[in-house]
């Protein structure tokens, strides 16, 4: 199973502002995260991502939504999953579902599946905007990881998008 962080962030590492939310992230990298969706079809999150992402309508995406939560409740939706489970066995909910790929979003979220080492490559859109209060790409658990850039790419006159593989234990760092 191939698990992916796409991620909007600021230079320095956010991925939502305390004061704005996410309406730092410009429409470029907007439709690569819709079109990578389409693609996947299944995605985890946190309480609040979900929460945030419900607010602006997009919730829930198309195919299998999970959402990690220490308080479990009933979902509304036929595509929607609340769990209290850790992020190897949201996987094998995935898993049993057929599902081959899996993005994964959120601060907490992105850091427990890193401590986990079940993230395979991570997609990050580096917005034109700098803040010092909110969400960082990172926000949980702490852990050290070495990616290899696979590619940049620019997605507009202000935005680039980075490529990462995230290389485990006995790879090549090539």
């Known amino acids: ?27 470029a990298s907007d439709r690569g995260f819709r079109r990578m969706m389409s693609q996947v079809k299944a995605n985890v999150v946190g309480t609040g991502t979900y929460k945030k992402s419900l607010e602006s309508g997009h919730f829930p995406y198309k195919g299998l939504n999970v959402v990690m939560t220490r308080k479990p409740v009933k979902s509304r939706w036929k595509n929607v999953i609340f769990t209290d489970k850790g992020p190897a066995e949201v996987l094998e909910l995935f898993r049993k579902e057929g599902y081959r790929r899996v993005m994964v979003g959120g601060g907490k979220i992105n850091s427990l599946f890193m401590k986990a080492k079940l993230v395979d490559e991570i997609y990050l859109d580096v917005q034109p905007s700098v803040f010092t209060e909110g969400v960082r790409v990172f926000d949980g658990p702490d852990f050290d990881a070495k990616l290899r850039l696979i590619g940049v790419k620019r997605l507009s006159r202000s935005e680039v998008q980075l490529h990462y593989k995230v290389l485990k234990k006995g790879h090549p760092q090539k």
């Open 1 to 27: 199973m191939k698990v992916i962080i796409y991620m909007s962030i600021t230079p320095n590492g956010y991925i939502a502002s305390s004061r704005s939310g996410t309406d730092f992230i410009q429409s």
